[in-house]
């Protein structure tokens, strides 16, 4: 095929495939959030719209990237972890950030309604990303446990921070002095005995954060399965949540799970169903 004389320039691209055989983390995080947060009311400390939002856009990123093992979200941050295997555009970093990134956020955007209703977006929310090389399955474990312990210290303090503003009538300034200083039996200490607030039994995804697997589940009462997207609020830091789900770390075939019997199926395992069936219909 006969060349360009321009086409020299592509000497200047760089290499940058990613090393073999380690795990691959891809972190977006949010742009400015806190304003852009206040720009469309979100509920304080935690939205749950926002939240479910977070894992309905990361939860299509796991459908396209069938090499994405696992995926952990919190506040406006989610990590995809691809397995240490994995090829997707033949390891190139730059293909890989850009593509998740981008899919993520423009997911974020196009079902914006489905969990916020007749609110509209003011503006486009934005998210930076990155990618982290872990070696070993123990770096990546430590990975997640850093991430969830700091959904832990944030959330505490926030649900601390908010319920001192907003049902006790200080300021930002007053709040934060009032929490300068204290450890976490404080804060614990300042939700029971000042707001009634038991913090163990405030709902797990604002405590843990979220993560987000691939599992059969029955979705009806023919017991029939599908291999969906499936939320879970878990310990990552404990050795049990590893021996519970295998497969992750030897990249077998997704195991079955089975959502308690008094649950329904989860909002976000709903929406995806109904996403599935409408493209089955086309």
Not at 240 to 267: G, R
Request: aromatic share 14%.
């Amino acid at each position: 095929m006969a060349k360009s004389k321009y086409e020299y320039v592509k000497s200047y691209e760089t290499d940058d495939k990613i090393l073999q055989n380690c795990w691959i983390i891809v972190r977006i995080d949010g742009k400015a959030f806190h304003k852009f947060t206040d720009a469309h009311n979100f509920d304080k400390p935690n939205d749950i719209r926002g939240l479910n939002l977070m894992n309905f856009a990361a939860a299509c990123v796991m459908k396209e990237f069938n090499e994405i093992v696992l995926s952990y979200g919190q506040s406006d941050e989610y990590s995809f972890v691809f397995h240490r295997s994995a090829n997707v555009y033949n390891r190139r970093a730059s293909k890989m950030m850009s593509n998740v990134n981008s899919l993520f956020t423009s997911s974020y955007v196009f079902y914006w309604n489905n969990w916020f209703g007749e609110q509209k977006l003011k503006y486009p929310p934005c998210f930076d990303a990155r990618i982290v090389l872990y070696p070993s399955d123990q770096n990546l474990k430590d990975y997640l446990s850093w991430r969830q312990a700091d959904v832990h210290i944030n959330n505490l303090y926030n649900t601390c921070f908010w319920n001192l503003v907003l049902n006790k009538g200080l300021t930002n300034s007053q709040a934060e002095e009032r929490l300068r200083g204290t450890v976490s039996s404080d804060k614990n200490e300042i939700l029971f005995t000042e707001f009634d607030i038991n913090y163990n039994n405030l709902p797990a995804i604002f405590r843990k954060g979220t993560i987000l697997l691939t599992k059969q589940i029955k979705i009806d009462e023919e017991n029939r399965t599908r291999k969906m997207v499936i939320p879970i609020y878990d310990d990552l830091i404990r050795e049990k949540f590893w021996k519970e789900h295998d497969e992750l770390l030897e990249k077998k075939s997704p195991k079955y799970y089975e959502f308690p019997l008094e649950e329904p199926l989860p909002e976000l395992v709903r929406q995806l169903l109904e996403l599935k069936y409408q493209n089955e219909k086309k």
